[in-house]
Each structure stands twice: as C-alpha cells, then as structure tokens.
C-alpha cells in the first residue's frame, strides 16, 4: 500500500501535467502569437520610417508593406490566426480608441454649415456609392464596404463595416487596397485643384478634408497647401469620423432586415456593435475635457500602433492575384465614388 501511495504520489505525469482545459486554453493562444509576432514586427518598421520621414503615413507603409511580403512570399499557414485577429479584433480596439482624439467642441466650433456639408458628403457619397454599385451589378457587402471606406474614414471605416455586415475575405481586402489607390492619388490632386480655384486656406482646409478617404492621407495633403488648411482638414475629417457610429447603426439595422428571413441559420448583427459603443463613450468623455494629457498621449500611440498593426495584417492578406481575379467592376466604383465624394465637398466649398 506504502510503496503504490509513493508510486503515485511521485507520479510525473500527476505532479507536472496540465489540466486539459488550461492546455487547450493555452494552446489556443498560442496559436495567435506567429501572426501577431509578425504584425507588431510590421508596425514597428512602418513607425520607425514615419520617424525618419514625418511626412509618410504608417498606416499607409503598413498596409503597402503586408502586401508587398505576402506577394514577395509564400506566408506559413501557421502566421492566419493571428492576422486574422490583428486585422479585425485589434483593429475594432483601435477605432474605438480613435474617439479619445476627437472633441465634440471643436467640431461644432466649425459652424453649422460646414456641419451640414459633412453629413451631405456622407449621406450623399455612401448613397450614390450604393446606387452605381447597383447599376455595376457589384454584390451589396462590396459596395457597403467601398461606400464607407470612401465616404467617412478608409479603411477603419472598410473595417468597421466589415464587422457589421461580415463581408468576404475578398471583399474586405479589395476596398482596403481600393482605399489606399485613389486616396493616395488625392493626396497631390487636392492641393493642384485648390490652387487652381484660387481657394484660400480655409477653403482648401474644407475642400481636403471633405474629399480625400483616410486621416492620414488628408494630413498629407493638408502639410502641402498649409498650415490653416492642414487644421481645418484634421477637423473636417474628424467630423466625418464622427458619422462612423451613426452610419453603423443603420448599417446594423440593414444587415438585420436582411438577416430577417435566416434567423435560424444567421446570427443577426447587434444594432450597434460594441466597439461603436466605446468609440462614443470615448468621444463624450474625451469632450468633457477632464482626460488627463498623460493618458491622451499613451491613448493615441497606443491607438496609431494598434491601427498600424492591422494595417499590415490587412495588407498581407492582400494578393495581386486576388484584386485581378474580382474585374474593373469595383475599380471603377471607386473611381466614380472618389469623384462624386470630391464634388460633394466641392459643392460645400463654393456654397459656405
């Protein structure tokens, strides 16, 4: 009896073996850390260069960087998981610490009539957006996904709605590298034509940040025309962030109606998905004026390195294989949605 007790008592595999449960939990973690790894290895080279030349994005050096390694060579299967995450559920945390950097006061310090040439170039880019689409016989998650992406914010705006309406893969990565395209092409565009129409830099400010598709990019372009125009931009950008959570709401009660006919099959979309949720407790917070200066800087590295992260994992899904394969069809949408979002804010700048 002594010497079974001892037996067992001394046992290796009772002293040094995990539980099942923990070694499953365990594992499945692990799982994410190579795609992650790899993600954050990104983000720190596309920061690093955004060190050296300010005038670059590093979201932008991300994303051109993902696609130019997952085209440059075969990527381990053992790096999908944690792409996966980075590029959605990090992403979803970044956006929603995207609303510590915005003040419901400075936005409305714009007047009301730029307000309104906000909302008229979100309403009327995402609803004519749709409509071409229509006409192009593009499937209706790829025109949400350009839609967004080239009305309110790029693509954490392709991201977001990604997340409400549960696009395909391929969807997803073509308005992501639509984005970068003709927003990238905006940047030396919009300060040609606002020197051409002789605008000031109020109005150049109102005319860049009204037209062009990612933040960055209208930074970008705002340095070039100057530094009234570079504020005004930031600001006017920032109000069409801000049109992100409005915008998902009806996009989650859309996905819902369509959604209503497979409820057994289909997990219908929440009406507001939680990271909208945050970005809105964030913004009323950060308006409040009571967030610590200390905790807003940690907020937007934090927030710019997760993004970054994403970035890259978005565009090493991206494959050059992959965007021939989907046809003009969406090139051309986007092309079309780029000039109506311009005349859109044109249209404002010449009526304020």
């Given at each position: ?11 290796p595999e009772t002293v040094t073996s ?284 934090l927030q710019t390195a997760l993004l ?45």
């Amino acid at each position: 009896m002594k010497s079974e007790l001892g037996q067992h008592v001394s046992s290796p595999e009772t002293v040094t073996s995990t539980p099942p449960a923990e070694r499953s939990r365990l594992d499945g973690i692990r799982k994410f850390v190579p795609g992650v790894a790899l993600c954050a290895a990104g983000a720190a080279v596309a920061m690093g260069i955004k060190h050296f030349i300010p005038t670059l994005s590093p979201l932008l050096i991300a994303i051109l960087a993902g696609a130019v390694l997952a085209n440059a060579v075969a990527l381990p299967s053992r790096l999908a998981p944690g792409l996966t995450f980075t590029s959605k559920k990090l992403l979803r945390v970044g956006i929603s610490l995207l609303g510590l950097q915005l003040v419901l006061g400075d936005i409305l310090n714009l007047g009301w009539g730029v307000i309104a040439m906000v909302v008229a170039i979100v309403v009327v880019g995402i609803s004519g957006t749709m409509f071409m689409g229509h006409l192009l016989g593009i499937s209706w998650t790829q025109r949400v996904l350009i839609a967004c992406g080239f009305s309110i914010c790029g693509a954490a705006a392709v991201a977001a709605a990604d997340g409400v309406v549960e696009a395909d893969e391929e969807e997803v990565l073509t308005a992501v590298a639509l984005v970068v395209i003709f927003g990238t092409l905006m940047i030396p565009t919009v300060p040609l034509l606002a020197g051409a129409l002789g605008l000031d830099g109020f109005h150049a400010g109102l005319l860049a940040g009204g037209s062009i598709h990612e933040v960055a990019q209208v930074v970008a372009a705002g340095g070039i025309i100057g530094g009234l125009a570079l504020t005004v931009a930031t600001l006017v950008k920032l109000a069409r962030v801000i049109m992100l959570a409005p915008v998902m709401v009806v996009l989650s009660v859309m996905a819902r109606k369509r959604s209503g006919g497979q409820q057994t099959q289909v997990k219908r979309p929440p009406l507001m998905p939680l990271f909208v949720v945050v970005f809105l407790v964030f913004v009323a917070f950060r308006s409040t004026g009571v967030v610590p200066a200390g905790v807003l800087s940690f907020a937007g590295s934090l927030q710019t390195a997760l993004l970054t992260a994403a970035m890259f994992g978005l565009g090493a899904g991206v494959r050059v294989a992959t965007i021939k394969k989907v046809g003009s069809k969406p090139f051309i949408l986007a092309a079309l949605s780029t000039l109506l979002v311009a005349l859109t804010a044109m249209a404002g700048v010449f009526l304020l």
